[in-house]
């Protein structure tokens, strides 16, 4: 079992965890802000950024 | 185990503080008062305590002998019955305005003139996230108002970091219908009340004393408050605006809120970019003392408008003096405030 590891949430910048074993496009969840963050990069050093989301019609 | 009694008990903030007494392991309540309900069972005006327990309302003049006094007594009260309360119990925790602000001039601008003003300084201020360490010391407590509460909470972080024009704070609250009280009057009758936005008290309200006490320990704080009554029973509401005087990213203003509220049990920070509920929502928080605070930044100028929600009658008031309560006695704060709310509601 690979090691987690912690990367920064590009929208809150809390600590997020990662799973050792993550792949790339698999989707986390920050356990601060709620948003959804996708893996972009494993190596050299994890990276995420906030996952595309599908619009929302807010009535504006 | 402490013996704590309820003076004025038959209103909606009476009501939420016996039941929230009535669940806390480490107090019985031994005498909870109403002039005009006097010998009848308190499930007379709080039915949701059927089942939980048999007391009755009694005189005022028969509370005596506790250990802790909860007034939940009209606003000037308080004051005016001092010397008749002040032998009654060890510790006092007021829900009334009457102490929650130091300098009896600015009381008196906003309530008239203070009847004892001498007692001011003997009282702390209730609000925990504020006033902690005062709180474990104090045998008076006074606490805050539940929308200067809910304005407070949202704002204090960003006045302590200094990061905001000090002079150029809007905040508009949204309250339900409970905030006034259990009387009925010409304005609370169903058919005039139902379905209203009613601006209640766009200036001038009596809060801005207080919210402005508060965010005054760090420096100059001038703040703008409307309230505005809307067709909800329980729930404050805060959309406060606030102009940043220096540019900020919104992963800075989370570090902010984070850094300040990391360790309070009841500030939890709502701001997810999805779904429903994405910014604070006064319904989830029914029945529970927690304050939810979020925020969005405008993309296009300095506005940061921060959102905070409570529920006006727990977080607002019975619920912030049973956690002054359990800071007084040193039990665990968060005692008997568990409750999580409830979803759907």
């Known amino acids: 079992m690979s090691v987690a590891v912690a990367t920064e949430c590009p929208v809150c910048a809390g600590m997020v965890g990662v799973p050792g074993d993550a792949m790339m496009g698999e989707l986390l969840d920050c356990d601060e802000c709620g948003s959804e963050l996708e893996v972009t990069q494993l190596t050299p050093a994890i990276e995420v950024r906030e996952a595309p989301m599908s619009a929302e019609d807010w009535g504006e | ?345």
């Open chain 2, 1 to 345: 185990m402490i013996r704590a009694s309820i003076l004025g008990g038959s209103g909606y903030g009476g009501g939420e503080l016996l039941r929230l007494l009535l669940a806390h392991p480490e107090v019985t309540v031994s005498a909870i008062s109403s002039r005009s309900l006097a010998g009848k069972p308190v499930t007379r005006a709080h039915p949701n305590l059927r089942g939980a327990t048999d007391l009755r309302f009694c005189d005022p003049d028969e509370v005596t002998g506790c250990d802790l006094l909860f007034l939940a007594l009209p606003h000037g009260e308080a004051s005016s019955q001092w010397d008749s309360l002040s032998s009654r119990a060890e510790r006092f925790i007021d829900m009334s305005a009457d102490f929650r602000l130091d300098d009896p001039e600015i009381y008196s601008q906003h309530y008239g003139p203070h009847k004892r003003p001498d007692l001011l300084p003997t009282f702390t201020y209730g609000l925990a996230e504020v006033n902690r360490e005062e709180i474990r010391t104090s045998t008076r407590v006074s606490t805050g108002g539940c929308n200067a509460t809910v304005s407070i909470l949202a704002l204090l972080p960003l006045y302590e970091a200094d990061v905001v024009h000090r002079d150029r704070t809007v905040i508009d609250v949204k309250v339900g219908s409970s905030e006034a009280g259990a009387q009925s009057n010409e304005g609370s009758h169903h058919p005039v009340r139902s379905g209203v936005v009613r601006p209640y008290k766009a200036t001038g309200h009596r809060h801005t004393a207080e919210i402005e006490a508060v965010l005054g320990r760090s420096g100059a704080a001038r703040v703008h408050l409307s309230v505005s009554a809307i067709d909800m029973v329980r729930g404050a509401a805060a959309l406060s605006h606030v102009f940043l005087s220096e540019r900020l990213t919104e992963k800075d203003i989370w570090k902010i809120l984070r850094s300040r509220y990391a360790d309070e049990p009841f500030v939890r920070l709502v701001s997810e970019r999805s779904g429903p509920y994405r910014l604070p929502e006064p319904k989830l928080l029914a029945g529970t003392n927690f304050c939810d605070i979020g925020f969005e930044l405008d993309a296009a100028s300095e506005r940061l408008v921060v959102v905070s929600a409570i529920d006006n009658l727990v977080r607002g008031s019975a619920g912030q003096a049973i956690q002054a309560m359990n800071i007084m006695m040193g039990w665990d704060e968060r005692t008997g405030l568990g409750f999580p709310g409830l979803h759907p509601i």
